[in-house]
C-alpha cells in the first residue's frame, strides 16, 4: 500500500498553524526572560546587601560611603573611592573584598573581571555604574566633608531607607533624585535594597510619586 503523501495545502495549513502558536508563545516567553533579569537583579542586590553588612562589621557599624575614605596602597596617599569599588577586588585598585564585583559601564568591554551588572540596563550613557547608592543616606567623604555617612545604628525606620538601586542615569554611582532612576524591568520597575537587607521592586510611578524615596527612614 503506497505511503499517503501531504498535499501542499495540508502543509501550508500545519505551518500557519505552527506560525499562529508560536506567535502567542513568543510574548510569554520574552515576558518570563525579563522576570528572569529581574530576579538576577535582585539577586545581584542581595549581595551588595551582604557586603555592606560586612562592611560596617568591619568598620563600627557605619555604612559604607559614596565615596568611601581609602589608603593608596602604592604610596600611602589618601583618595576617595566609589563604593562599588570596595565591593570586590578591583584589580590593583581595592583592598577590601567583600566577594562582590559591580561593572563599571563607562568602560564595557573594559572592566575587571567578572561584575555584575544588572542584565536589563540598556544604555552606557549616563552612569558610571549601573547600581547606584542613595547619597543622602550615605553621604560622602572628601576635603570639603560636605555629606556626612549614617550608622546602621541610626536608622530609624530600616524598610524604608534605600540603600542602593539599580539602573541608574546620573553621571555618577550614586543617585540623589529619584527622577534619575530608570524602570527597565518587567512592569516599569526598578529594584532597591532597603536598610533592613530586603530587596523589592518599585514600579516607575510609584518611585515618581513619591519624591521622598530616597530621604526618608533616618
Ligand atoms: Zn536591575
Known amino acids: 500500500m503506497p505511503a499517503k503523501k501531504f498535499t501542499l495545502i495540508e502543509l501550508l495549513i500545519v505551518i500557519s498553524i505552527i506560525a499562529i502558536l508560536a506567535g502567542m508563545l513568543l510574548p510569554a516567553l520574552k515576558k518570563a526572560r525579563e522576570q528572569g533579569y529581574s530576579i538576577l537583579c535582585k539577586s545581584n542586590l542581595k549581595q551588595v546587601g551582604t557586603a ?35 565591593l570586590g577586588l578591583l584589580g590593583k585598585y581595592s583592598q577590601l573584598d567583600y566577594g562582590v564585583k559591580i561593572g563599571t559601564l563607562r568602560n564595557k568591554g ?16 549616563y552612569s558610571y555604574s549601573d547600581y547606584m547608592a542613595n547619597q543622602w543616606f550615605l553621604g560622602t567623604i572628601s576635603t570639603s ?72 527612614g533616618f
Not at 66 to 79: H, L, Q, T
Not at 111 to 118: D, F, P, T
Open 110 to 125: 573594559n572592566y575587571y573581571g567578572r561584575n555584575i551588572l544588572c542584565p536589563a540596563q540598556k544604555s552606557m550613557d
Open 52 to 86: 555592606f553588612l560586612n562592611y560596617s562589621t568591619d568598620f563600627n557599624e557605619n555604612t559604607m560611603y559614596r565615596n568611601a575614605p581609602y589608603v593608596e596602597f602604592w604610596s600611602g596617599d589618601y583618595a576617595d573611592r566609589p563604593w562599588y569599588e570596595l
Open 145 to 216: 566633608d560636605a555629606y556626612k555617612n549614617h550608622s546602621f545604628k541610626m536608622m530609624q525606620a530600616p524598610t524604608q531607607i534605600v540603600l542602593v538601586t539599580d539602573n541608574g542615569k546620573e553621571d555618577t554611582h550614586s543617585v540623589t533624585y529619584a527622577s534619575n532612576i530608570r524602570s527597565n524591568h518587567v512592569g516599569n520597575t526598578a529594584n532597591f535594597l532597603f536598610g533592613d537587607m530586603h530587596v523589592s521592586h518599585m514600579s516607575r510611578e510609584k518611585i515618581g510619586l513619591d519624591a521622598t524615596i530616597l530621604i526618608q
